[in-house]
């Protein structure tokens, strides 16, 4: 089973198309034949030491996967083999095949292909997890997205809209910020230019701020909530460190929280399975009619993993970067 496996930490270069063992199924997984996988800023964290995999979880890259089942193993119920599927992964994307616990399989709607379906898991889930179940987006909220432009940006303005929720994004071109708005986004702010604290507060604030800065931006995110607002930070690409003025919160009655998708537990309080099935009941049915759609700046064949890679951090990369295995 070939995969991408890292030769040690560092820029691109240290990617490497390997052989390995064959995978199989253990009690309540499946084994699925990757068709496509897609490129997500863990992976550029993990290929360059600063983010390790959970424990138990596979050190190959990559937290998403669609594809075909192949085998299924003792206690699954609910697939077969040959289901057209895409699955949540804590790794091992970047494979020719994956074993994943069936709790974190989503079916592919009939209205997508395999290769847009791989740019889903993921963002969905972060999203759905954060914004919806957390944060209990609703009708007539406002939502500030950070890095718009990005494969959760693009997703979460999709939500938001279907939801009724009015959507402010932050995002660092004229370009990226013309597509946000053809996704409904309506404030738009270019942060290299303005402020989006007096831009969301023209409005009376944001409800929920979905933050992937963390340090850089905790003070002005606190500034821009509105009343009984919340700070989701889901990303540190600003820090890890930042002071935070406890006034504030008490003054509108704020809250601050923190949450990651890939150390979760797969069942339990939190867990990915509670999540995979929310993301199917309700946001799955909104993929299938086109109400939200994957948002896919390229298809690269695995053999181009490094460019991928670097088209993740493109000025002009908007959405995700799928990468075909088969």
């Known amino acids: 089973m070939y995969a991408i496996r890292l030769n040690g930490f560092g820029g691109p270069e240290v ?19 990757v068709v496509a996988t897609a490129v997500n800023r863990a992976d550029i964290l993990q290929r360059q030491g ?14 998403e996967c669609s594809g075909v089942i192949s085998e299924v193993g003792d206690g699954v119920t609910g697939w077969k083999v040959g289901d057209r599927v895409c699955a949540l992964l804590a790794g091992g994307g970047y494979a020719e095949e994956v074993v994943v616990p069936a709790t974190q399989v989503l079916p592919v709607p009939e209205s997508l292909d395999l290769y847009a379906a791989a740019s889903l898991p993921e963002v969905a889930c972060t999203v759905w997890s954060n914004v919806v179940m957390g944060a209990g987006l609703h009708s007539g909220q406002l939502l500030l997205v950070h890095g718009g432009g990005s494969g959760i940006g693009t997703h979460a303005i999709q939500v938001a ?16 910020l013309d597509r946000c708005k053809d996704l409904g986004a309506s404030i738009l702010v270019n942060y290299h230019d303005d402020d989006f604290v ?10 929920i701020i979905l933050d992937n ?37 008490l003054m509108k009655r704020a809250s601050v ?23 199917v009941e309700h946001l799955w049915p909104l993929i299938a009619d086109g109400t939200v ?17 670097d088209l993740l951090d493109s000025p002009d990369s908007v959405g995700k970067v799928v990468l075909r295995i088969r």
């Open 15 to 33: 990617m490497e198309w390997t052989d390995g063992p064959d995978l199989h199924p253990g009690h309540g997984q499946v084994l699925i034949d």
């Open 50 to 63: 600063f983010y390790p995999p959970p424990p138990g979880a596979s050190d190959v890259l990559g937290l």
């Open 161 to 176: 809209v279907a939801r009724g929720a009015t959507v402010a994004v932050t995002a660092g071109s004229q370009y990226k």
């Open 198 to 207: 007096a831009a969301v507060q023209e409005h009376g604030g944001a409800d």
């Open 213 to 249: 800065m963390g340090a850089k931006y905790l003070s002005r995110n606190v500034d821009a909530l509105a009343a009984d607002g919340q700070l989701v930070v889901i990303g540190m690409q600003g820090g890890m460190k930042g002071e935070l003025e406890l006034g504030k919160l």
């Open 257 to 279: 929280t923190a949450a990651s998708l890939r150390g979760r537990p797969e069942t339990g309080r939190s867990g990915k399975a509670e999540i995979v099935s929310e993301v």
């Open 293 to 309: 759609s994957p948002v896919v700046h390229a298809e690269l064949p695995i053999a181009d993993v490094a460019a991928a890679h």
